[in-house]
């Protein structure tokens, strides 16, 4: 009898690419997001083009609250730091900094709509203001969403749940705001362009 060495090539099986399941949903509504503002600024644009638009300049406060949005996403990213260092201490004044800024974000805002309607811009009437307060109005609507996740992460960090060996709901909350910051940003250079 022949002495048959069978010899084959085992390959490894690869590892499938891991996402935390809360991670993956919310990169996926960060994506209908984006796309509900893109669209928006989309059909901003193409309205514009066909006439009877009122030109307009921006309310001031909206200038600030660019500011504050910055200064809120940099205190954030920090918080993000100090949890990763397990200083629990710092990033539960961090997260609540930042939720005031949030809050202060749409206090601004609101005035801001006060400026406007003080002009005689209004939701409804022309469709240059209409745009405008939906807009600035989504967008405030995903900013009191992400103070709610905000205030659960401070509730996670008083009762010890976040630190350096679990830091996903931190990470989340951290991506939703700096994008958010990112998506105003947008929001307000469109708004300079086009108006």
């Not at 730091?81 to 974000?105: H, I, P, Q, W």
């Amino acid at each position: 009898m022949e002495n048959v060495i069978d010899m084959r090539i085992v390959e490894e099986p690869k590892k499938p690419m891991a996402m935390h399941p809360k991670k993956f949903a919310m990169w996926l509504f960060l994506a209908s997001v984006m796309m509900l503002f893109m669209s928006l600024t989309s059909a901003y644009i193409v309205r514009e083009a066909e006439g009877n638009w009122v030109y307009f300049e921006l309310p001031s406060l909206f200038y600030v609250t660019s500011v504050v949005i910055v200064i809120s996403s940099v205190s954030l990213q920090w918080a993000f730091f100090e949890a990763k260092r397990d200083n629990l201490k710092r990033v539960k004044t961090l997260v609540l900094v930042t939720s005031f800024l949030g809050v202060a974000f749409l206090v601004g805002q609101f005035f801001g709509w006060k400026q406007l309607v003080s002009n005689s811009i209004y939701l409804v009437g022309n469709p240059s203001g209409s745009f405008l307060y939906i807009l600035t109005g989504l967008h405030a609507l995903h900013i009191i969403s992400a103070i709610v996740f905000l205030m659960i992460i401070c509730a996670s960090a008083f009762q010890g749940k976040i630190h350096s060996k679990n830091m996903a709901q931190m990470e989340m909350g951290t991506t939703y705001w700096h994008f958010l910051g990112g998506l105003w940003l947008y929001l307000f250079i469109f708004l300079l362009l086009y108006r």
